[in-house]
Nanobody, 124 residues
Framework: QVRIVESGGGLVQTGDSLKLSCLVS????????MGWFRQAPGKEREFVGN????????YYADSVKDRFSISRDNAKNVVYLQMNNLKPEDTAVYSC?????????????????WGQGTQVTVSS
């Protein structure tokens, strides 16, 4: 069973940066594609970005492209979400998810395991 723990959330101001981490255990990390999602109050869960098992070809939602970047360290079983130039509309609970396949995709339903999430709040 895959266990996922996110960390790194917090309260920041507009324009600040924040780096989220997602520690994965319970399955060979190199066999998992990973995704980041977020959910703001009263809104549906939204795709943020994903990354394949090898760290190649990260893919982002248009709303965060050029501001966010995803990377992974397969030796440490960690995937990161670097968020730059944060905006109030980025405020949400950010969750990391694992897909039991090498190649990532966008739909939340494609992911098998989820973390509890970490709150990111961006003040104006």
């Amino acid at each position: 069973q895959v266990r996922i723990v996110e960390s790194g959330g917090g309260l920041v101001q507009t324009g600040d940066s924040l780096k989220l981490s997602c520690l994965v255990s319970g399955r060979p990390f190199g066999s998992l594609a990973m995704g980041w999602f977020r959910q703001a109050p009263g809104k549906e869960r939204e795709f943020v970005g994903n990354i394949n098992w090898s760290g190649s070809s990260p893919y982002y939602a248009d709303s965060v492209k050029d501001r966010f970047s995803i990377s992974r360290d397969n030796a440490k079983n960690v995937v990161y979400l670097q968020m730059n130039n944060l905006k109030p509309e980025d405020t949400a609970v950010y969750s990391c998810a694992a897909k039991t396949w090498y190649y990532a995709s966008s739909p939340p339903g494609d992911y098998d395991s989820w973390g509890q999430g970490t709150q990111v709040t961006v003040s104006s």
